[in-house]
């Protein structure tokens, strides 16, 4: 019996007139973000290998300099794009992309690309997720909002359940009749979504972007399926038709459109940001005063000298073998070292709680969630960008500290900043090469989603029976 | 007759329990809408303020530091620069910074992206920390903000959609129509009367709320082109009230069902909201492409000169080229670091300036291409027209970074000069260091630019009610 009214659902789907323009613009849309999406990635990836390599040329090129103004001239460190941003390109286009690896500073991510757009970028952007999570719902909306409440209009319920048709079979048929035609614009998508990522990445990026692929098609499908259920619950509970539409629209105005922004300001003025003076008069402010506030740097720079005449056997700084201003700079660093974790941590927590509030309102909106989850899965969401740029910071330490070291070692204190090298040391320099978390690194931060997707799946689909066993049949 | 069915449609909106309930939310929102810009301001204004109070501060205290005749102290754990020395004082930041306009509140526009407080330094900017933003969560700009022009731009429309998709339909689907038909009624007289009865309702809950939101949220009604800038805005949101209405109509004139309406009404809005803007987006990108900004860093790392070993040689070259900054007194010593560097800024800032350029010069092409663009949707017309009045946009922030480049020009010349004279400030001259003040841009251009796409808005409106008005003819009853 299931299957027969499956098959009828999905019949009459294809039938619709407004199912199949629908579906049509959609697919469309969806096609035409994924190659969109590609190119972007492609274009992109192209842009930063070529930088990271000319990064690196100028670096080994920049001719005969003392090491520590090397180090004040620096490397730039690049964010990779990840293939699943393709589909999904989540906050690339918002957060810096770019970090200034040099002495002193850990300076912080720049050149957000929004900051290069009109506003119509503000619009939002045409992506694959974008279609899938705004659009998708709509369409399951057109299609399933007169399920029960159509056929009661029409008198066809009443004569459906008469011939001893179960209520139960009928909300199983119309899932499976609805998720059948659902699917007949999802496979195809997917399979192109899969070559777009097959034929955009290498052979080892495409095996590591697979797991993370297939995750993030299991939470659309549940996500789909909690906007099947809502769908037949509100058509089943509905007295017309008219009503059906008008609630599943406004559900779908209140939790795809309005809440993402409502939360957002919540979040805003919830956990506001330090302004970027206060930030770094913070980190001057622990520079001179020490971490703790105890040490100032003068004292620190007394104890290093002392420890190192002790060292050597030497009676004054000028006599060491090893250049002591290096040194000094390297005890600057590992002193700054601690306090820009501390201090852009703080930052990090802020922008976490922002997050986190913001994730709370998924029990209310399926929307926020499947964000989430797709971006995290795409590796575009805040957690791996908070990955890379702590890559960066961990890459920026061993790179200052060869630079002062090979300063320290090469030349006695007496000769001052006037020890100059070239080519052969900058080629000792580490290179930057961010390797991406894998999939359960970022599944970790996402317990949290999975469960409120699957709750939100289940809970409506299971609720669509139960009104459905107790809907008005006239 | 007419007043009747404008006065009966009233009573229908407000006998009807779940259009208050709509009405009431639509309202919150509104208001909610507001009190975000209001709280945006206020407190983005705070820390321009701040920098600007603490930039005041440090002249005052070094100024009366060199009165005393203090010279620095380069005691260890007292570190101190000389007050009067043009480098310390040209080399730092300083911050021009762009006050919000009057009507700020209608959108946070872009004021949350673009640099409001712009960073100021005889160095190249990269150096400074006004380069260093930490800047908003990236989270936020993928969201958006709920300012009032979010309201307005999409939830209005909804409202309106949800007021008027079954204006006629409901009415020939209760059989309503045919009675009020066999009435001395013509159908574009009907129509027209529900029509103006949901505009002037919908129409005056926005003015309201809008207003009492104002006042509530302190707006300082005397400041300079608040009037016009507001006048302005009640304009364009008449405007795009107006459109949305008479699409619904002309939805509504095709006969279809009322769910066919509702579907093709959210597809419409779907399609003239969401999917044309990032359409044209995509578009405006490809056709003026912004080059990659590592253009940028390449142009910074071009000037690749080491102070220690090649500023004997750059400062002798220089002080040849240019006599007039050869100090009176002594001879400058060419090993200088700070002498060599900033040479080697000054040097590095020209090429980025450049480049910068060419960045600047793309997305004013973008722009540019936007404002005719814009016509293909009225949300977009509205959304720029919003951002214009608001002052919150491209076009305002093009104003102030012009204005900026000069400042920067008579920074440099201030500090640069006495630099190289190896100078120092006289107390008079803390007076004479220049000081940023904003010229406002005038209201007339904000007004062409808005007229432009009020008169578009209502030109398609009136485009579609005559459509309408032809479809009447055959509109069945049944």
Redesign the interface.
């Known amino acids: 019996m299931i299957a027969k009214i499956a098959r009828k659902e999905f019949i009459e789907c294809l039938r619709d007139g407004?199912f199949r323009w629908?579906a049509l613009i959609i697919l469309a849309?969806l096609l035409v973000s994924l190659g969109?999406g590609w190119k972007n990635y492609s274009d992109t990836k192209r842009?930063i290998d070529?930088?990271q390599a000319?990064?690196r040329e100028?670096w080994e090129n920049?001719?005969?300099?003392?090491p520590h103004?090397a180090g004040h001239?620096g490397v730039?460190a690049?964010k990779p794009k990840k293939p699943l941003s393709l589909v999904d390109s989540?906050?690339d286009?918002?957060?810096?992309?770019?970090i200034?690896v040099e002495a002193h500073?850990r300076?912080?991510a720049?050149?957000?690309q929004?900051?290069?757009?009109?506003?119509?970028?503000?619009?939002?952007?045409?992506t694959a997720a974008?279609v899938l999570q705004?659009?998708l719902p709509?369409l399951i909306i057109?299609l399933v909002?007169?399920a029960f409440a159509g056929e009661r209009t029409n008198g066809t319920l009443r004569q459906i359940l008469s011939i001893g048709v179960k209520r139960s079979s009928l909300v199983f048929g119309k899932i499976l009749g609805t998720t059948s035609a659902l699917f007949l614009l999802l496979i195809p998508a997917t399979i192109i979504g899969f070559l777009a990522l097959a034929f955009a990445t290498a052979n080892e990026s495409l095996l590591s972007s697979l797991p993370r692929f297939l995750l993030m098609c299991v939470g659309y499908l549940l996500y789909f399926g909690a906007f099947i259920g809502i769908a037949l619950t509100v058509s089943a509970w509905a007295s017309t038709?008219?009503l059906a539409?008008?609630i599943l629209?406004?559900f779908w105005?209140f939790t795809c459109?309005?809440l993402?922004?409502?939360?957002?300001?919540i979040?805003?003025?919830a956990h506001?940001?330090p302004?970027?003076?206060e930030?770094?008069d913070q980190i001057y402010e622990d520079m001179k005063e020490g971490v703790d506030g105890h040490n100032?740097?003068?004292?620190r720079?007394?104890e290093l000298e002392e420890k190192l005449l002790k060292q050597y056997d030497v009676e004054k700084k000028e006599d060491l073998p090893v250049n002591f201003n290096a040194l000094m700079l390297q005890q600057g660093e590992e002193h700054s070292n601690l306090l820009y974790t501390k201090r852009y941590d703080e930052?990090w927590n802020?922008?976490y709680s922002?997050?986190r509030l913001?994730e709370y309102f998924g029990a209310v909106s399926p929307f926020l969630p499947i964000r989430s989850f797709s971006m995290a899965m795409a590796g575009t969401d805040?957690r791996h960008?908070k990955h890379f740029i702590d890559e960066v910071e961990l890459y920026r330490r061993e790179f200052v500290k060869m630079l002062n070291m090979d300063f320290a070692n090469n030349s006695p204190t007496k000769d001052g900043?006037?020890y100059?090298v070239g080519k052969e040391v900058w080629k000792k320099a580490p290179k930057f090469k961010y390797v991406e978390p894998n999939t359960n690194w970022a599944l970790q931060y996402e317990v949290w989603n999975i469960i409120l997707l699957s709750i939100w799946c289940f809970g409506a689909l299971g609720l669509s029976v139960f009104a459905a066993n107790r809907m008005r049949v006239i | 007759m007419f007043t009747k069915i404008i006065k009966n449609e009233w009573r229908n909106l407000f006998a009807e329990r779940s259009f208050l309930v709509l009405a009431i939310v639509f309202a919150v929102?509104l208001g909610?809408g507001i009190y975000?810009g209001a709280?945006w301001i206020k407190?983005r204004s705070e820390?321009s303020k701040?920098?600007l109070v603490?930039q005041e501060k440090d002249f005052a205290d070094k100024k009366e530091k060199t009165a005393k005749g203090f010279k620095g102290s380069f005691e260890?754990?007292n570190f101190q620069p000389d007050p009067a020395s043009p480098y310390s004082i040209g080399m730092g930041l300083q911050y021009a910074v762009l006050p919000f306009s009057p009507t700020a509140i209608f959108a946070v526009?872009?004021s949350d992206?673009?640099p409001i407080d712009a960073g100021v330094t005889i160095s190249s900017i990269?150096r400074t920390?006004?380069?260093?933003?930490?800047?908003?969560?990236?989270?936020?700009?993928?969201?958006?903000?709920?300012d009032l022009a979010?309201v307005i731009i999409?939830?209005l429309p909804?409202f309106i959609l949800?007021l008027s998709f079954?204006i006629l339909s409901g009415e020939r689907e209760t059989g309503v129509l045919q009675i009020l038909l066999s009435q001395p009624l013509s159908l574009k007289n009907l129509l027209t009367a529900k029509v103006t009865a949901q505009f002037v309702f919908l129409y005056a809950l926005v003015l309201i709320v809008t207003l009492i939101g104002l006042l509530v949220s302190g707006v300082n009604f005397s400041a300079e082109g608040f009037l016009v800038r507001t006048i302005l805005w009640l304009a364009v949101v008449f405007a795009y009230t107006l459109f949305w209405f008479s699409l619904a109509v002309f939805i509504n004139s095709f006969g279809f069902s009322?769910?066919?309406n509702?579907?093709a009404c959210?597809?419409v809005w779907?399609i003239l909201?969401?999917?044309l803007?990032?359409?044209?987006?995509?578009l405006?990108?490809a056709v003026y492409p912004?080059p990659?900004?590592?253009e940028l860093?390449?142009a910074e790392?071009s000037v690749?000169l080491?102070?220690?070993?090649d500023g004997k040689r750059l400062l002798s070259e220089h002080y040849q080229d240019h006599p007039e900054l050869m100090p009176k007194s002594e001879k400058p010593d060419l090993n200088d670091f700070g002498l060599a560097f900033v040479y080697v800024q000054r040097l590095i800032k020209e090429k980025m300036d450049e480049t910068q350029e060419k960045?600047n010069n793309?997305?004013e092409n973008?722009?540019n291409l936007?404002s005719k663009l814009r016509f293909l949707s009225p949300?977009?017309i509205t959304?720029?027209a919003i951002?214009d009045i608001a002052g919150t946009?491209?076009n305002r922030h093009k104003h102030f970074r012009s204005q900026v480049k000069e400042f920067d020009k008579a920074w440099g010349e201030f500090f640069v000069p006495k630099i190289y004279r190896l100078e120092k400030l006289s107390v008079d001259d803390f007076d004479k260091i220049p000081r940023f003040k904003y010229k406002e841009e005038s209201t007339s251009e904000v007004s062409a630019r808005v007229g432009l796409g009020i008169l578009v808005l209502v030109l398609m409106s009136v485009g579609l009610m005559f459509l309408t008005f032809g479809k009447l003819e055959n509109y069945r009853l049944e």
Request: no cysteine; glycine share 6%.
């Open positions: 407004r629908t849309l969109l842009e070529t930088a000319e990064s100028t920049q001719g005969e300099r003392n103004s001239f730039y690049y989540g906050l286009n918002f957060s810096g992309s770019t200034w500073y300076n912080p720049k050149h957000r929004i900051e290069d757009a009109t506003a119509l970028q503000r619009f939002g952007e045409l974008g705004l659009l709509l057109f909002f007169d038709t008219r539409l008008i629209l406004g105005i459109l309005a993402p922004r409502l939360t957002n300001d979040a805003l003025n506001p940001m302004s970027n003076k930030f770094w100032p740097s003068h004292v720079v007394k930052i802020i922008y922002q997050e913001q805040l960008q900043y006037n100059f | 929102l909610f975000n709280k407190e820390k701040a920098l603490a260890p754990g526009g872009q992206i673009l990269q920390i006004a380069a260093k933003a930490i800047g908003e969560n990236p989270l936020s700009f993928l969201a958006g903000r709920f979010f999409y939830l909804l949800a079954n009322s769910a066919t509702a579907v959210s597809a779907l909201v969401l999917v803007p990032s359409l044209l987006n995509i405006v990108s912004v990659p900004r590592s860093i390449a790392r690749n080491d102070m220690r070993k960045f793309q997305i973008q722009q936007v949300s977009i959304g720029e951002n946009g491209l």
